[in-house]
């Protein structure tokens, strides 16, 4: 019985998985006996992803120059060496007046703070306002200044314990990450007959295809998904320096970034432009929403059809059909799942069976 249960790899792995979930959500109920080993893994995991997302990124490049006969490892050496040089670039020419614009908005954050409150006021003296009382909405809810201050000077403590190991985490994998890459383009190909080696012999031609097929779609959506983001960073920039706004750059950066998040990532990076734009001008601020509200629908009907649809070998108008016909289910039924690499994904599937 128990010869023929190690024979059937599929079954005898499915059983060690579904065990090993099992140990794991024991191990979850007690977080203080095995918190130590839990930041261990934690340490090794986060190199490990943080390697495998840049690895997904390079991997069409590295498979481009391969095609013209450059080994994989000087391959990534080559993109390695020329993202190092463009980085370097981006900290001499980006990075100072990123930081120049962060050090202005800090001295401006007074002035904003200062207005808001003249607004507070004035919005206080109206009619409407005047029989709510703040002192005793606080009195009710147990708040206090000194109580306020203390919460304040608990949370600022935190966050520089939380930025000093994040800074410490960023060294990590700053030394540590080049390194893991490098193995993961000389031997990263041979993860999937590995892989295949744990499944019966009739389908593991078809497994190898079928991961080697979703593997180049990961790629490609994560790579597309990077170009996007520059893509929507250097159009809000220039749409910024038309209308003259305030701190452009740096709420570009923010907008190219936030960006990444499904669905409600373009909202996150519009809300600090049209709040600067508010203290400028109300119509300043509309000049901003408006923009940015024009470039995601440029996004989402042209740019990423179009970039997606290259990359993972679609037509644009099959991603925007999905796109507006699922996009409202998915977020009903599961959130802001992205729909693009669960498409490409499915429609990869389809085809090889």
Not at 63 to 70: A, D, G, Q, T, Y
Not at 229 to 247: C, D, E, L, R
């Amino acid at each position: 019985m128990y010869s023929k249960f190690k024979e059937s790899k599929l079954l005898f792995w499915t059983v060690e998985l579904v065990l090993t979930i099992i140990g794991v959500f024991f191990i979850l109920q007690m977080p203080n006996v095995f918190s130590p080993i839990l930041k261990m893994v934690s340490a090794v995991v986060l190199p490990l992803f943080t390697a495998g997302f840049f690895y997904y990124m390079f991997d069409p490049i590295v498979v481009f120059l391969e095609k013209h006969r450059i080994p994989r490892v000087y391959g990534y050496i080559l993109t390695f060496a020329v993202l190092l040089v463009l980085a370097i670039l981006a900290i001499m020419n980006v990075v100072p007046q990123l930081v120049e614009q962060t050090v202005q908005l800090s001295k401006s954050l007074p002035m904003y703070a200062e207005e808001t409150s003249k607004w507070i006021n004035e919005l206080a003296q109206r009619e409407e306002i005047k029989n709510f009382n703040i002192e005793e909405q606080l009195a009710a809810a147990n708040l206090s200044l000194s109580n306020l201050f203390n919460l304040v000077l608990v949370s600022l403590t935190s966050s520089v314990s939380k930025i000093f190991s994040f800074m410490m985490q960023f060294f990590v994998l700053l030394f540590t990450v080049p390194f893991i890459l490098l193995f993961m383009f000389k031997d990263g190909h041979k993860f999937i007959d590995a892989l295949s080696n744990f499944f019966p012999q009739g389908i593991r031609g078809e497994l190898r295809q079928t991961v080697k097929e979703l593997n180049e779609t990961l790629s490609a959506y994560i790579s597309s998904t990077i170009v996007d983001t520059v893509i929507i960073g250097v159009m809000s920039f220039i749409a910024m320096t038309i209308f003259k706004q305030p701190y452009s750059l740096l709420l570009a950066v923010f907008c190219g970034v936030t960006n990444i998040i499904p669905y409600v990532g373009p909202f996150i990076g519009a809300v600090p432009a049209v709040i600067v734009g508010f203290f400028v001008s109300p119509f300043q601020a509309l000049y901003m929403a408006l923009s940015i509200l024009v470039i995601q629908q440029l996004d989402g009907n042209v740019i990423k059809p179009l970039l997606f649809g290259k990359t993972m070998n679609m037509h644009p108008l099959t991603i925007d059909y999905f796109s507006f016909d699922w996009s409202w289910k998915c977020r009903r039924n599961y959130g802001n799942v992205d729909l693009y690499p669960c498409l490409c994904g499915d429609q990869d599937i389809s085809i090889e069976h």
